[in-house]
């Protein structure tokens, strides 16, 4: 892994006996900063994580501090003002929490900068820059031979995502209760409180919050339906020099880039779990346009699973009564789970909070659900294409149920049941990771059916 930092080791716990006021699912920035809102008060909280602290979807970011995210103001229409808002407010509070606690992140004020390669979204990168005038951002003109057209703005930051992590968490470690490798296989509404089923026992709460990358319900909210999973392949390498800015493009084959003292960050690549689903091809893809790019290797590489909702807004708020969600960032997870933290800390102690209504998760529209039936029918495309061409995995059909067996290079056969047990998709070969993955909602399994990532909450079947 690229980005690393030695956490504060955690002692086990027991579960508790009485009744917790909050219990937070997950330990990434949206966990870790709602938590810290939250541990001035009286309240008795714990927060926990299926594995360790600060390494799930947050250790994978490229780390971006920005409010310019590509088009997306012209995208929003009339909530574009207060997104934009949003996301000012979001930085200011990271800036403050650092500044204040100390946090040692390596953070660096860069120059944020939206670009086009393409004669046609020229129009695209005026009509932002008309938008954030309006706003009195401020942005400026770029102008380079390599790009047809590109603004920037001045204002905005990168740092060390784990460190920014690490330094939280040693402030939480008075007031918090910390339960890493304890999965929640369930949660259950009983009287006045919550039943958090785990791994390591069974939790009262009366508050829970879901700050996890994919929440494993479907009622209430219908979430599923409302938003879909993108992927992307970053890439890294030592390049001896340091640029102070950050880049990303509007257009549709993805181009990011950002510095982190000697080493450059390339995302790119980006698609829908849907529309592509040979992720092999996808990794090298990804690898050979670093190499063309910038005439360098990757030393480090990844992918990234983002959350998108079909009206591009996060769901930030709650679900349900004392049942609150924080996810859907649309890869702008450093800026958006900052203000996450701010938003449910502020909704469960019955403060006012400015953008609840417009990220609530209950909102509904046409837009959030017609999507959906789009995504699923690329799915039916593509996998029924994947299943024709691949000679290794082989699959089988037994009793209407299809399974898969692979032999890897070692020669060891590896059978499962291509059935994700999140909500019953056929799952897809990776072939760079050696991973089962489920190109609709974004769980991962080892060769032998064993989760490696959520929402589905248990193993593969392996027997025939």
Same mark, same amino acid.
């Given at each position: 892994?690229?980005?690393?930092?030695?956490?504060?080791?955690?002692?086990?716990?027991?579960?508790?006996?009485?009744?917790?006021?909050?219990?937070?699912?997950?330990? /990434?920035?949206?966990?870790?900063?709602?938590?810290?809102?939250?541990?001035?008060?009286?309240?008795?909280?714990?927060?926990?994580?299926?594995?360790?602290?600060?390494?799930?979807?947050?250790?994978?970011?490229?780390?971006?501090?920005?409010?310019?995210? /590509?088009?997306?103001?012209?995208?929003?229409?009339?909530?574009?003002? !207060?997104?934009?808002?949003?996301?000012?407010?979001?930085?200011s509070e990271l800036?403050?929490?650092?500044?204040?606690?100390?946090?040692?992140?390596?953070?660096?004020?860069?120059?944020?900068?939206?670009?086009?390669?393409?004669?046609?979204?020229?129009?695209?990168?005026?009509? !932002?820059?008309?938008?954030?005038? %309006?706003?009195?951002?401020?942005?400026?003109?770029?102008?380079?031979?390599?790009?047809?057209?590109?603004?920037?703005?001045?204002?905005?930051?990168?740092?060390?995502?784990?460190?920014?992590?690490?330094?939280?968490?040693?402030?939480?470690? %008075?007031?918090?209760?910390?339960?890493?490798?304890?999965?929640?296989?369930?949660?259950?509404?009983?009287?006045?409180y919550y039943l958090?089923?785990?791994?390591? /026992?069974?939790?009262?709460?009366?508050?829970?919050?879901?700050?996890?990358?994919?929440?494993?319900?479907?009622?209430?909210?219908?979430?599923?339906?409302?938003?879909?999973?993108?992927?992307?392949?970053?890439?890294?390498?030592?390049?001896?020099?340091?640029?102070?800015?950050?880049?990303?493009?509007?257009?549709?084959?993805?181009?990011?880039?950002?510095?982190?003292?000697?080493?450059?960050?390339?995302?790119?690549?980006?698609?829908?779990?849907?529309?592509?689903?040979?992720?092999?091809?996808?990794?090298?893809?990804?690898?050979?346009?670093?190499?063309?790019?910038?005439?360098?290797?990757?030393?480090?590489?990844?992918?990234?699973?983002?959350?998108?909702?079909?009206?591009?807004?996060?769901?930030? /708020?709650?679900?349900?009564?004392?049942?609150?969600? $924080?996810?859907?960032?649309?890869?702008?997870?450093?800026?958006?789970?900052?203000?996450?933290?701010?938003?449910?800390?502020?909704?469960?102690?019955?403060?006012? %909070?400015?953008?609840?209504?417009?990220?609530?998760?209950?909102?509904?529209?046409?837009?959030?659900?017609?999507?959906?039936?789009?995504?699923?029918?690329?799915?039916?495309?593509?996998?029924? !294409?994947?299943?024709?061409?691949?000679?290794?995995?082989?699959?089988?059909?037994?009793? $209407?149920?299809?399974?898969?067996?692979?032999?890897d290079k070692e020669?060891?056969?590896?059978?499962?049941?291509?059935?994700?047990?999140?909500?019953?998709?056929?799952?897809?070969?990776?072939?760079?990771?050696?991973?089962?993955?489920?190109?609709?909602?974004?769980?991962?399994?080892?060769?032998?059916?064993?989760?490696?990532?959520?929402?589905?909450?248990?193993?593969?079947?392996?027997?025939?």
């Amino acid at each position: 892994m690229f980005w690393s930092v030695n956490f504060p080791s955690i002692p086990v716990l027991k579960p508790v006996d009485n009744i917790l006021d909050v219990g937070i699912i997950g330990g /990434g920035i949206t966990g870790l900063s709602t938590a810290y809102y939250l541990e001035d008060t009286n309240l008795k909280l714990a927060l926990f994580d299926k594995g360790s602290i600060g390494q799930g979807v947050t250790s994978k970011t490229t780390a971006k501090i920005t409010y310019l995210q /590509g088009d997306i103001y012209q995208k929003l229409g009339s909530r574009a003002k !207060e997104y934009y808002l949003s996301q000012k407010q979001a930085i200011s509070e990271l800036l403050r929490i650092i500044e204040k606690e100390h946090i040692s992140c390596d953070l660096e004020q860069v120059s944020s900068i939206i670009f086009t390669l393409d004669d046609g979204n020229v129009s695209k990168i005026k009509r !932002e820059k008309e938008l954030l005038d %309006s706003f009195s951002a401020h942005p400026f003109d770029v102008f380079d031979a390599s790009i047809k057209a590109g603004i920037g703005v001045s204002d905005t930051y990168i740092f060390h995502p784990l460190k920014y992590l690490s330094g939280l968490s040693r402030l939480l470690f %008075s007031n918090v209760m910390f339960y890493e490798n304890t999965l929640v296989q369930n949660i259950k509404r009983e009287n006045d409180y919550y039943l958090l089923q785990t791994t390591l /026992g069974d939790f009262k709460v009366r508050n829970v919050v879901i700050a996890c990358h994919y929440p494993f319900f479907l009622y209430p909210n219908f979430f599923p339906l409302k938003t879909y999973i993108q992927r992307e392949y970053v890439n890294v390498a030592n390049v001896k020099k340091h640029e102070a800015y950050s880049a990303i493009n509007i257009d549709s084959c993805l181009h990011s880039i950002r510095y982190y003292k000697d080493y450059l960050i390339y995302g790119s690549n980006r698609h829908k779990l849907t529309s592509k689903i040979d992720y092999g091809k996808s990794y090298e893809k990804s690898r050979d346009d670093f190499k063309k790019y910038f005439h360098s290797s990757p030393e480090y590489t990844w992918m990234n699973q983002d959350i998108v909702s079909h009206d591009l807004l996060p769901f930030i /708020g709650e679900v349900s009564p004392h049942l609150f969600l $924080g996810t859907a960032y649309r890869g702008w997870g450093i800026t958006n789970g900052t203000l996450a933290g701010k938003i449910l800390s502020d909704l469960i102690l019955h403060k006012r %909070s400015e953008f609840s209504s417009l990220f609530s998760p209950c909102r509904m529209s046409v837009s959030l659900f017609a999507n959906s039936f789009l995504g699923t029918f690329h799915y039916m495309k593509v996998y029924a !294409e994947a299943l024709w061409k691949k000679n290794n995995p082989t699959y089988i059909r037994i009793n $209407g149920v299809i399974y898969a067996i692979y032999k890897d290079k070692e020669h060891n056969i590896h059978k499962i049941r291509l059935l994700c047990p999140h909500m019953k998709c056929n799952l897809v070969f990776n072939s760079f990771d050696e991973t089962w993955d489920c190109p609709c909602h974004g769980s991962r399994f080892d060769l032998d059916g064993k989760l490696i990532e959520g929402p589905a909450k248990e193993d593969l079947k392996t027997s025939i």
